[in-house]
């Protein structure tokens, strides 16, 4: 666009001086060439006035004035002619011809008048000028008018022709600026256009930004609330389940100081009742630890995933199963905790939401990748989910991507959901790695 801006104008500037000179250089001409013509016709004149004074003059001295002047009138007027010729278009080269050749025989008329004597200009003057000067002089002048008329028309062929090209510039320049003018209203058009897609990717850019943020900030406070539910349910089990059973172990030990003097089966009763109080203690006390972490991860993540289906099935008497394939590389501990909790997750889910009576858990392994696929049968999610998304969906995404892995939810309305989760496998030292 700029281009078509820029070259027509410089276009227009060499146009225009071209032009101009042009128009100097026909200006000049044609001036040339009237001033020549006027020169023409006023030494022929001056001829005819040379000859008409010798003819009037009876002085036997001054012929040769008379022919001298008329020699230098006749040398200048056929310099005048070849000048005329030699810039003369091919139409006006033939009347020249015939006004050389007119002059031609009205020299040789005229050159023999020189030689009369004072009694012979007396008595042939008269005739002479009268019968043979005038009417040769008035052909020359009208040959000569010709020649100026046609040098006229000459020149304003030549104006119009100029005129006539000005004006087909003058509509290659219009053409030239119609299209700069499109050119520039398509650019802007797809400049707006342009600058709307961006405001509007801007402003979906910054309600995603935004929304995330309040993801963010609902996850940190669901994680907050979850810290605190969870320290209370840990202080509710140590003051309730562990607390309690340990007042009643030191009771009955107590109890069992006394009964050992006495005869009878109490003491053997109360001791087997002390047993099953502190087996009770461990057992709440192996389940608050395996709520904070399972110490299955421990024996692997097909051991923890084998345990965590049959846990989910006696819960909630959805049938769960697990299938392995490949061999699976140990795991550093961040792996098998973001695998673990977002299978949990995923069956705590199903377990509410999904109504299924299958969950299928997949996992398999390779050098490079290990993917985790988790399916159901049931209900799928609801058809707006990815713009309301829970918040244990937001969570399995932070997990999978602090991991450095991949979450992706499909929902089939009817037929199931369908979680694959695809985490990256970096060879991790043996100290960091649980097997």
């Known amino acids: 666009m700029l281009a078509l801006i820029f070259l027509p104008g410089v276009a227009a500037l060499r146009q225009s001086a071209s032009i101009y000179e042009e128009v100097r250089a026909i200006q000049d001409a044609h001036e040339a060439a009237q001033a020549r013509l006027e020169r023409v016709e006023q030494r ?9 004074d010798f003819l009037l003059d009876n002085s036997p001295i001054t012929a040769n004035q008379y022919k001298q002047r008329f020699e230098q009138l006749r040398q200048a007027i056929g310099e005048d002619l070849n000048l005329l010729k030699a810039d003369a278009p091919p139409d006006q080269r033939t009347l020249i011809a015939e006004l050389e050749r007119q002059l031609s025989v009205y020299w040789d008329s005229m050159v023999p008048v020189f030689l009369y004597t004072p009694a012979q200009r007396v008595t042939k003057g008269t005739y002479f000028l009268r019968e ?7 052909v020359l002048l009208t040959i000569a008018d010709n020649v100026a008329e046609l040098t006229r028309r000459n020149y304003r062929r030549r104006i119009q022709d100029l005129r006539t090209s000005q004006q087909h510039y003058r509509r290659q320049l219009e053409w030239a600026v ?15 256009v342009r600058i709307a897609l961006l405001e509007r990717a801007a402003h979906q850019e910054r309600l995603a930004a935004e929304q995330a943020e309040a993801q ?42 006394r009964l050992r003097q006495e005869p009878g089966p109490a003491f053997q009763q109360q001791l087997e009742e002390a047993k099953e109080t502190a087996s009770q ?16 991860l421990d024996l692997g993540v097909e051991a923890a995933l084998q345990w965590q289906a049959r846990h989910f099935s006696r819960r909630s008497g959805t049938e769960a199963t697990v299938k392995v394939e490949g061999d699976l590389p140990p795991l550093p ?49 609801p058809v707006d989910w990815r713009r309301r998304r829970s918040m244990g969906i937001i969570g399995m995404e932070e997990r999978a991507r602090e ?7 499909q ?8 979680l694959r989760l695809r985490l990256p496998l970096r060879e991790a030292p043996l100290e960091e790695s649980r097997t």
């Open 44 to 52: 022929i004149l001056q001829t005819s006035l040379t000859v008409r």
């Open 132 to 138: 043979q000067q005038r009417p040769r002089r008035d």
């Open 178 to 192: 119609g299209v700069s003018f499109l050119m520039g209203l398509a650019v802007a058009i797809a400049t707006s």
């Open 216 to 257: 963010m900030r609902a996850l940190s406070v669901r994680l907050m609330n979850a810290q605190e539910e969870e320290r209370k349910m840990i202080s509710r089990e140590l003051h309730d389940e562990v607390g309690q059973t340990l007042t009643a172990l030191r009771m009955e030990l107590g109890s069992l100081e």
């Open 281 to 296: 203690t461990l057992r709440n006390v192996r389940d608050l630890a395996m709520g904070l972490r399972p110490s299955v």
């Open 333 to 381: 501990d961040a792996h098998l905790t973001c695998i673990y909790r977002i299978v949990q997750e995923a069956l705590t889910n199903c377990a509410r939401h999904a109504r299924a009576s299958i969950v299928n858990i997949h996992i398999s392994g390779s050098p490079q990748f290990l993917e985790l696929r988790v399916s159901d049968n049931g209900v799928g999610l």
């Open 403 to 409: 991991a450095g892995g991949h979450l992706e939810i």
């Open 411 to 418: 929902s089939f309305p009817g037929q199931g959901t369908l």
